[in-house]
């Protein structure tokens, strides 16, 4: 089985920072989109950025100019580095990869992490 292995969450003060970091395999990372959703309580889950096999990056509006995904191809990970944290930033991040198929005539794979908790106290 394909493992994301999440890391870096905790509990921040409104302002400060924190890092998450997803491992994956080669397999997986090499030509993968991946990406970092969060989930709310009483909200659907939601992707707050992306970044394609090909480095290019897309940020949900609520996010842009706080948060940076980025990743570490020596060591197969994706990282999000959030800055400016608001309360409202509290939720469980998911790291996910979207795995291309092998052929046109295959399907897509999709990966998710088991989730890290991000709490922003005022």
């Known amino acids: 089985q394909e493992q994301l292995e999440e890391s870096g969450g905790g509990l921040v003060q409104a302002g400060g920072s924190l890092r998450l970091s997803c491992a994956t395999s080669?397999?997986?990372?090499?030509?993968?989109?991946m990406g970092w959703y969060r989930q709310a309580p009483g909200k659907q889950r939601e992707l707050v950025a992306s970044?394609?096999?090909?480095?290019?990056?897309n940020y949900a509006a609520s996010v842009k100019g706080r948060f940076t995904i980025s990743r570490d191809r020596a060591t197969n990970t994706v990282n999000l580095q959030m800055n400016s944290l608001k309360v409202e930033d509290t939720a469980i991040y998911y790291c996910?990869?979207?795995?291309?198929?092998?052929?046109?005539?295959?399907?897509?794979?999709?990966?998710w992490g088991q989730g890290t908790q991000v709490t922003v106290s005022s």
């Open positions: 996910h990869a979207d795995v291309p198929p092998p052929t046109i005539e295959a399907s897509r794979s999709e990966y």
């Open positions: 080669g397999r997986v990372f090499k030509f993968s989109t």
């Open positions: 970044v394609s096999s090909g480095g290019n990056t």
